[in-house]
């Protein structure tokens, strides 16, 4: 006999579900399977909601922007790079909070309109500060993809300590010293590193995007 669940199964519920999963099992461990155990139903009440793994990333996806919601609805600073360097500073620290979490943001579709309020407001400040409509949308995007990327990486590296192996690496590496040196910049100080690459998108969104000189 099927169990019934005692609170309303819908798709914010079984999203908040997969993420805490997530921590534990990693992307690749996660299966409707495994999130229909944990909410204590059989796996074809989840196809009622989500066709396919696909579509239930999309939804997880969508439930972490609702999180970041409240601090991205807060009013952008005036000056762009600060706005920028600010709300990624924010994702990143969204994305880590959970395992894979940057695989799981990249590349889905939001299936609500919680990202729009605040991309219209990231927008807005671009714009106000002489980018033309296209190049706000491309600065947004390109600092956007940057801070996914760099996510990505980071957690399929692991932390800072006890994570990439780097004597191994400058071992393998013993014949370009230059190589094996880049391991500590690449692989080590995260938060550093991210910083750094960070200011550098911006400095570069300002030189090539700009069109007003500020």
């Known amino acids: 006999m099927v169990k019934v669940a005692t609170t309303k199964l819908d798709r914010a519920r079984v999203a908040r579900t997969a993420l805490d999963l997530l921590n534990e099992t990693g992307l690749e461990g996660l299966t409707l399977r495994a999130i229909a155990q944990r909410l204590d139903v059989k796996a074809p009440a989840l196809y009622w909601h989500f066709k396919d793994k696909q579509a239930l990333l999309d939804e997880m996806a969508t439930e972490m922007m609702r999180r970041m919601g409240e601090e991205f609805l807060a009013a952008p600073a005036?000056?762009?790079?600060?706005?920028?360097?600010?709300?990624?500073r924010r994702m990143r620290g969204h994305l880590l909070r959970h395992r894979d979490g940057a695989k799981v943001f990249s590349g889905t579709h939001y299936t609500d309109l919680s990202y729009a309020a605040p991309l219209e407001a990231f927008l807005r400040t671009l714009v106000a500060a002489g980018f033309t409509p296209g190049a706000a949308a491309r600065a947004w995007f390109t600092v956007y993809s940057y801070t996914i990327g760099y996510v990505i990486?980071?957690?399929?590296?692991?932390?800072?300590?006890?994570?990439?192996?780097?004597?191994?690496r400058a071992e393998?590496?013993?014949?370009?010293?230059?190589?094996?040196?880049?391991?500590?910049?690449?692989?080590?100080?995260?938060?550093?590193?991210?910083?750094?690459?960070?200011?550098?998108?911006?400095?570069?969104?300002?030189?090539t995007l700009l069109t007003s000189g500020e």
């Open 78 to 88: 005036a000056d762009w790079r600060e706005a920028l360097t600010d709300a990624m």
């Open 153 to 168: 990486e980071e957690q399929a590296t692991g932390p800072d300590e006890g994570g990439y192996d780097l004597a191994a």
């Open 172 to 207: 393998r590496l013993a014949a370009y010293p230059l190589a094996a040196a880049a391991g500590e910049e690449m692989f080590r100080g995260h938060d550093r590193g991210f910083e750094a690459g960070l200011a550098a998108v911006v400095a570069g969104i300002g030189a």
